[in-house]
């Protein structure tokens, strides 16, 4: 940042919505956190007054599709979407192509995105070798390697015997597995939400009890191997339920939503316009209101965006030959505020938990990220402005792709700017740039 020494005055910011506040950015830390007026006037000042200040958000499930798909997505393009969204670090998911199933494919995401990305990526070994469902891949490798976290997200780890020794490994290394949760035999070739969506389209029905049937079962898995179990994008109240009591028995179980699981019904499906296919599918509002209800109470720890790329020409198809996934990264955090306020002033602790703090300790990362906002700390922060009436244009996406369900839509509060360790990652309105001494 600018200043003498790297020194930057964010003047009349609000960390975490609390009382304005003068911080100051000295170098990669915090230097000072003063009453405004109170601190020392030496640096470059930015008006940032009534901006939310929270730490810098952190995704569990981000698809950035480098290797194999660079026109749906790049390292470089979604890290740059991901900054934008107000986000230090991405846990890269492992189906890429090739499948992320090594430790040298590891490693090589790692030195990728040393090389072009504009936030931290985390790789995501996948649990299988090719995602095939068939042998185990080398978790204790790939871990050594970098990985994070174990999935095949995407496809469902059937085999439970398969599960059990990945969540053993994922004890072993101090990680943990992560679960699409997709019973195939009863999912087969579901595409929308079983009842009223699927007999007003036509379409093949995907049934709650094709998540809920695996997740019961993973819970269990999680309570008798200790090994640490994460549910991928919760989408219905019964889910919630099984992961409620799998936590009340004290079992290693986490569990995140996406925000288009928080914010959208089945309601829009009714058109079978593609842009709203999505895994899980969207469901009905008792689901969307029983994970609202559960990331208020914990049941639910963390945000997820299942940030999933897709050209334009692979989703302007029929809804059957159309790839499911939406875009999340940069219109997650607006999303979030809308839920979580409910029309009113968001609790900006509890976004700043699901969507920072939380998946920072889930994913290992807490030592980096979603740090407190104090003197000392890092400075990786994302700036809101809580008056933006912003209305979501996909033609002005930074991601590679435009598939965003949420274009044409108006939210109150959008990221304005990303800071990571002191470096500016994204300045969507230019207001660190335009500071002046």
Known sequence: MNGPAGTTILRGVRPLGGA????????????????????????????????IMLPALVDLHTHLREPGDT??????????????????????????????????????????AARTASCRVHPVGAVTGGLAGRELAPLDAMAAAGAVMFSDDGVCVDDPALLVRALEAAR?????????????????????????AARATGLPPWPATGEETIVARDVVLAGATGGRLHICHVSTAGTVEIVRWA???????????????????????????????????????????????????????????????????????HWCEAPFGMLGLETALPVVAEVLGAGGEPDWDLVAAVM???????????????????????????????????RVDRTESVSASDNTPFHGM????????????????????????????
């Open 20 to 51: 304005p506040r003068d911080v100051t950015v000295r170098g990669s830390r915090i230097a000072a956190v003063t009453p405004p007026g109170n601190g020392s006037s030496d640096g470059t000042a930015a008006d940032c007054d009534g901006l």
């Open 247 to 317: 936590k009340s028995r004290g079992w290693p179980v986490t569990a995140e939503v996406t925000p288009h699981h928080l914010l959208l019904t089945d309601l829009m499906t009714r058109d079978a316009d593609p842009l709203h296919k999505v895994n899980p599918p969207l469901r009905g509002a008792r689901d969307v209101a029983a994970l609202r209800a559960a990331l208020r109470d914990g049941t639910i720890d963390a945000v997820a965006t299942d940030h999933a790329p897709h050209t334009a020409s692979s989703k302007d198809n």
């Open 410 to 437: 108006t939210f109150r509060h959008r990221v304005v700017a990303t800071v990571v360790e002191g470096r500016v990652t994204a300045d969507i309105d230019h207001r660190l740039a335009s500071a002046t001494g």
């Open 172 to 196: 072993r290394t101090g990680t943990l597995v992560a679960q699409h949760a997709q019973c195939p035999r009863l999912v087969e070739r579901g595409q929308v939400n079983a009842g009223a």
């Open 356 to 390: 920072s703090t939380r998946p920072a300790r889930i994913a290992g990362l807490a030592d980096v990220a979603g740090r407190p906002l104090r003197a000392g700390e890092p400075a990786t922060f994302t700036l809101v402005d809580p008056r933006a009436d912003w």
């Open 71 to 112: 026109p749906s997505e790049t390292i470089a393009s979604g890290t740059r979407a991901a900054a934008h969204g107000g986000y230090s670090d991405v846990l890269a998911m492992a189906n890429c192509v090739p499948v992320t199933d090594s430790p040298e494919r590891v490693r090589h995401i790692v030195e990728r």
